[in-house]
């Protein structure tokens, strides 16, 4: 699925990040029953495809364990941020799940 996303841009050069992770979100909705908002909070950020696959593979990760454990009985928001920082990229992911006893926030 990563794959069929990415190989629908014009280029592997630079890819936008924010459109390409609403694609790939839109791409698990469909796999499952459950309905979460999104929300992405970055600039336009374009990246190669090494480091958009990277961060596509995170984040499918990270949501499919949202989808399978915080949001049982309830609808989800999950938050996306991705900025530049110098020569570093900072990359958070934020849900409103439910938390077990002893969690830490």
Avoid at 27 to 46: E, G, R, V
Avoid at 57 to 80: P, V, Y
Wanted: proline share 1%; hydrophobic share 35%; no cysteine.
């Amino acid at each position: 699925m990563l794959h069929n996303i990415l190989y629908s841009h014009d280029s592997f050069e630079k890819i936008e990040f924010n459109n390409y992770i609403r694609k790939l979100t839109s791409s698990i909705l469909n796999m499952y029953d459950k309905k979460f908002t999104l929300n992405i909070l970055s600039n336009p950020i374009y990246l190669n495809s090494s480091y958009i696959l990277l961060l596509g593979m995170i984040t499918n990760e990270l949501i499919t364990n949202s989808i399978k454990h915080a949001f049982k009985d309830i609808e989800g928001e999950i938050e996306i941020s991705l900025s530049r920082q110098d020569d570093h990229l900072r990359y958070r992911y934020k849900d409103n799940g439910q938390k077990k006893s002893g969690d830490k926030v």
